[in-house]
């Protein structure tokens, strides 16, 4: 196939994908999620990763876990893409029989991108939500702060490494503000002249 093809049919697909999404937006509607990947994590367990678009000139990637078809983790942010970039694919590591799971882009397949613990549901970057006031008039809710959400993943990722020491694996800890492209792990450096 010609080289010259092959961009011009990564458009189409992508076109194809957001033609959709943009309509829906522009007629004021809030558009339905699109299905990029389901990854099977065994006995009826998966991770599932959507893409919908924002306001901005990005599209916004958020990841569900189902179990036995019922969702246990919805529309967890975790990255964007610029518009015109083609659909990544998706790569799933497993840890403890299974039960814990690492995503990472099929591009980057040592770079965990999502972690999931099934036995608890301990999911990152999934922020967790907390409520301030009980009083129903004034629910509203809070974040976790930045801080926690990567000590859990950070918690996650050494479980998941103990299991996987044949591989060499990085935790990217984006918590959604770069693109999934670009690679943004911070690798420690050890400053050689220090004594």
Do not use: C
Not at 23 to 37: F, H, I, W, Y
Not at 103 to 119: E, M, W
Not at 151 to 166: P, Q
């Amino acid at each position: 196939m010609n080289s010259k093809v092959i961009p011009v049919l990564v458009f189409v697909m992508v076109a194809v994908m957001a033609v959709p999404v943009m309509m829906r937006l522009g007629m004021g509607e809030k558009p339905e999620p699109v299905t990029l990947a389901e990854l099977d994590a065994g006995m009826g367990r998966v991770i599932r990763i959507t893409i919908e678009a924002n306001t901005q000139q990005t599209l916004s990637l958020h990841y569900h876990v189902m179990v036995d078809g019922q969702p246990t983790v919805e529309h967890a942010f975790f990255g964007t893409l610029p518009r015109t970039s083609p659909p990544p694919g998706f790569v799933l590591h497993t840890a403890e029989s299974g039960n814990l799971v690492g995503v990472a882009q099929a591009s980057y397949p040592d770079r965990i991108i999502i972690l999931h613990d099934f036995t608890n549901n301990d999911s990152w970057p999934m922020r967790i939500v907390n409520y301030k006031d009980t009083d129903p008039q004034h629910l509203y809710p809070y974040y976790e702060e930045a801080d926690s959400i990567t000590t859990r993943g950070e918690a996650l990722f050494a479980r998941l490494v103990k299991d996987n020491v044949d591989k060499s694996l990085e935790l990217l800890d984006t918590l959604g503000m770069r693109p999934l492209s670009i690679p943004t792990v911070q690798a420690e450096t050890g400053n050689p002249d220090a004594k």
